[in-house]
C-alpha cells in the first residue's frame, strides 16, 4: 500500500503544535513525519535522523525548530500509513478475539469493513459465532448486507442466497440460508447480530421479517402446503407465516 504524504510549512516561533488528526475510528495506526531538519526538537527529542516515527492518530505533535532556523520556511512531510495495515489474519486462525470482524472474498479477517477495502479486500460477512456445533468447522458469519433490495418467497430464498455466494465467494467457506439454529447460535447474546454488524460496518439488518430455511408441519399440514418459518430481527423472534409472504433475505456464512 502506497503512503500518502502531506507537506506541512512550520511557521518561524519557536514552538509549533501541530495536531496530526486522520480518523475518528480507534487508533491502530503509526504515522511518521519526515524531512525534519537536523538539530530541530520534535517532543523533547533531538533529531538526527531527519525522521521521526511512532506517531499515533490524533495525537499532538510538538516540533521546535533550532536557532538558525527561526524566521525560516522548512518543508516537512508527515506521512501516513493504513490505521489497519498488518492486522488481517487467515479464516483458519481465528479465534473469540475475533468476534465482530468482517470476512473477506479472499479467505481473510479483517477488524473493520474499512481496514478490508483499504487492503483493496472485499468484506461480505461479520463473524458472530466461533465453535463446530453449528453443523460448520470453526463457525458463522452473517452478511454485511442483504442479499438485495427485493423481498422473496419461502421458496424463492435459497435461489437467492445462490445467486448471492456465486458472486461472494469466500474460500474455505460455503453461503446458506440460515437456520432457527444458525440464528440462535449468532444470537446467543441479546441482539448478537445486531452488534456485530454495527462494529464491522456493514449495514445493519433491519427490523423486519427474515426468512430461515425451516419450514412448519403440522399433522395436517403433512400432505398440503406447510408453512415457512421466518425471524423478525426486531426482537428476536421465530415465527412461521405462509410460504407465499415476501420477506427479506440474509445469507449465513459457515466457515
Not at 433490495?149 to 440460515?178: D, F, M
Not at 441479546?190 to 456493514?202: E, Q, T, Y
Not at 408441519?217 to 408453512?227: H, I, M
Request: charged share 20%.
Amino acid at each position: 500500500m502506497k503512503n500518502s504524504k502531506k507537506i506541512i510549512n512550520p511557521l518561524s516561533f519557536a514552538i509549533l503544535l501541530m495536531a496530526v488528526c486522520f480518523c475518528n475510528q480507534k487508533s491502530w495506526g503509526q504515522n511518521t513525519i519526515t524531512n525534519i531538519p537536523y538539530g530541530w526538537v520534535v517532543n523533547g527529542n533531538e533529531v538526527k535522523n531527519g525522521k521521526v516515527t511512532g506517531i499515533a492518530d490524533s495525537s499532538v505533535v510538538v516540533l521546535i525548530p533550532k536557532q538558525a532556523d527561526l524566521g525560516r520556511i522548512k518543508a516537512i512531510q508527515l506521512e501516513t500509513v493504513s490505521p489497519w495495515e498488518g492486522m488481517s489474519v487467515d479464516l483458519n486462525n481465528v479465534t473469540a478475539d475475533n468476534i465482530g470482524w468482517v470476512i473477506a472474498t479472499n479467505g481473510r479477517v479483517y477488524p473493520h469493513v474499512k481496514a478490508a477495502k483499504a487492503e483493496n479486500a472485499v468484506p461480505v460477512a461479520a463473524i458472530a459465532y466461533l465453535g463446530s456445533l453449528a453443523d460448520c468447522k470453526h463457525g458463522l458469519a452473517i452478511a454485511i448486507e442483504d442479499v438485495s433490495n427485493s423481498r422473496y418467497t419461502w421458496k424463492e430464498a435459497p435461489a437467492a442466497v445462490t445467486q448471492w455466494a456465486a458472486s461472494h465467494p469466500v474460500r474455505e467457506a460455503a453461503w446458506r440460508l440460515p437456520t432457527v439454529s444458525d440464528l440462535n447460535f449468532i444470537n446467543d447474546k441479546p441482539n448478537r447480530a445486531f452488534d456485530v454488524i454495527a462494529s464491522s460496518g456493514g449495514e445493519r439488518v433491519k427490523h423486519d421479517f427474515y426468512w430461515t430455511a425451516n419450514e412448519y408441519l403440522t399433522k395436517e399440514q403433512v400432505k398440503s402446503e406447510a408453512t415457512g418459518i421466518y425471524f423478525l430481527f426486531v426482537n428476536n423472534k421465530i415465527e412461521n407465516g405462509n410460504k407465499t409472504h415476501r420477506f427479506g433475505v440474509r445469507a449465513i456464512l459457515a466457515f
